[in-house]
């Protein structure tokens, strides 16, 4: 039997090996741009069936979009936030899932829910919106939690004692003052044509705000480079934002407007603690702070105690820096949604003047004192109506440190933003009949449902991470609106979107709130 037809004999093998390899090679080249495609759309393809898994996973049986845009999400829908948007969102129910740039989002609605959120320091924490971390600093004390946040807060409580509110009145009091003059003139000078307070009342808040917070040791040219550049923080802080940090977006200039504050914080801080070691006495919050740990300094020496904790010039920066944030943007909201409130009710407005010339006599030219707001129930109702109807900040982004039972039906996944909602329970009408009017005499009643559910009134938020400063922002928004009352008339120009809502950090008139001042004759 033959078998050499089955042989391959020694000397062909290379050749047929080199043949068939470069036959293989040839065909790969030419396949490989289809093959590189191919490749390229079975991994896109596996990479967007995965994000609707995981995002139809996570969002479980909670009403929202079946499916999410890939990449994006909601972000289309983020760019220009609505009021009637985020209404349609709370009314779908008390927890409500979307996403946006594959940040998994659960919204609540209901008081139970928002409250839980906010008195859950285990689950949840804090992150303002996802670029406040970046803006803000990661080790701003907004951020800390548990023992870390407590002893900050205790040290902070002591900036807003009585006695030091009524230091700060003072220069509320006189700034408030020379911002109306300069609101006079300019009207005078504009022959009284209407004009939108949304920078103006900014700029007044932001003036008083490091004056009060500062004192003299920030110089008047860094007040106006902040209040300049702390627009871009505004903006950066909405709730949805491109993520990256890359020039040009708001996220970046946010960060440089950020780094040119703080720099002027921190000197400021420095100047304060040479200041006070040197005998200076008590002018701002700055100083009450350095003040307060010196004296537990000298109290723990004598008493052989325990040291109190000094604080550097950068993270007193950080706190001003947050103190700015509250007392800019949420004070300036509410600030000028009082104004066209009280335009847009005459009747209001005269008792709040008829008020005043009670607690105040004829001479509005004195300084209002603390005692004399106390004597001012009214026009606290006012600004507690007017807070309510409509509030600064409508919801607070936290960000969940782990699985997070919120209810007994669903989870929040770790590392999901969380948002607790306010504006629902300001507006709720089990609680405030007729919610959508501005009702100041409904605080007037201590028996009323508003003041016999004070789990509603959200303004200031809830739990540990509550609003230092409630009593300071009332004691401020008193003061400009009753100054405002005695010294000045103002008209408002309504407009279509007089009573449309803009979403940025905290919420304002879409037209600006167009008014026109003059002085008051009286």
Known sequence: MS?????????????????????????????????ILGSLAVLVLSLL?????????KKGALPGSRWTIPIIGKFADSVNPTLEGYKRQWASGELSALSVFNIFIVIASTNEATRKILNSPAYAEPCLVYSAKQVLCPEN?????????????????????????AVYLGVQDAITRHHFALWLQTARESKNEPQSIMHTVRYLNMHTSLRVFCGEHIPEEAIVIISDNYWKITVALELVNFPLALPGTKIWGAI??????????????????????????VRCMLDQWVKDTQDAKEKATMDGGKMPREFTDHEMGLVILSFLFASQDAMSSGVIYAFQHLADHPEILKKVREEQKAVRGDDYSKPLTL????????????????????????????????AFPISSSYTVPANSMVIPSLYPSLHDPSVYEDPHLFLPERWLDPNSAANTNPK??????????????????NINMACVMGNAAVLMDWEHLTTKDSEEVQMIATIFPKDGCLLKFSPRAE
Request: glycine share 4%; aromatic share 10%.
């Open 49 to 57: 069936i995965l994000e609707q898994t995981v995002y139809r996973v």
């Open 256 to 281: 440089q407007s950020r780094k040119i504050a703080l720099k002027h914080l921190e000197e400021a801080a420095r100047r304060c603690k040479e200041y006070i070691a040197n005998g200076g006495e």
């Open 371 to 402: 005692e004399n707001i106390d004597d001012m129930p009214y026009l606290k109702a006012v600004i507690k109506e007017s807070l309510r109807l409509k509030p600064p900040v409508t919801m607070v982004p936290y960000k969940t440190t782990k």
């Open 141 to 165: 004390w907004v951020f800390l939690n548990g023992k870390e946040h407590v002893d900050y807060r205790r040290t902070l409580n002591s900036l807003f004692t009585r006695k030091a509110l």
């Open 456 to 473: 509603h009134y959200m303004v200031f938020g809830a739990g540990p991470h509550r609003c230092i400063g409630v009593e300071y922002t």
């Open 3 to 35: 078998y050499s037809s089955s042989i391959v004999h020694p000397s062909s093998l290379p050749s047929q090996i080199f043949f068939s390899a470069e036959h293989l090679s040839n065909k790969l080249l030419s396949d490989k741009p289809s093959l």
